[in-house]
């Protein structure tokens, strides 16, 4: 069993950066794929980003690209996303996400995604 442990949330100022974590309690599948989903209130959950474990390729939504950067750390079992240029509508619980199978494309929606963390929040003011 994949327990999958956000940290990094909190309240920022619009215009403001933040980076979340994402650390894994075993190693991963080398050939895996990690992402980030958020959910605001009233608001169903949604893509924000996705990383393939082996090589480090990324896919961002359209709402997030040029400000989020995703990455991860191998030895550290950790994945970051780093957030700038914040805004308001960007406030929402963010949640980690493990896809632990052989990829061929990254995978962008939920149910693509088997194991989940409990989610970190983040609050940006206007």
């Known amino acids: 069993q994949v327990h999958l442990v956000e940290s990094g949330g909190g309240l920022v100022e619009a215009g403001g950066s933040l980076t979340l974590s994402c650390t894994a309690s075993v190693r991963t599948f080398s050939r895996c794929a990690m992402g980030w989903f958020r959910q605001a209130p009233g608001k169903e959950r949604e893509f924000v980003a996705a990383?393939?474990?082996?090589?480090?390729?990324?896919h961002y939504a359209d709402s997030v690209r040029g400000r989020f950067t995703l990455s991860r750390d191998n030895a550290k079992i950790t994945m970051y996303l780093q957030m700038n240029g914040l805004k308001p509508e960007d406030t929402a619980v963010y949640y980690c996400?493990?896809?632990?199978?052989?990829?061929?494309?990254?995978?962008?929606?939920?149910?693509?995604?088997?194991?989940w963390g409990q989610g970190t929040q983040v609050t940006v003011s206007s």
């Open positions: 990383i393939s474990w082996s090589d480090g390729i990324t």
């Open positions: 996400a493990l896809h632990p199978d052989v990829i061929v494309r990254l995978p962008i929606t939920l149910r693509e995604y088997d194991y």
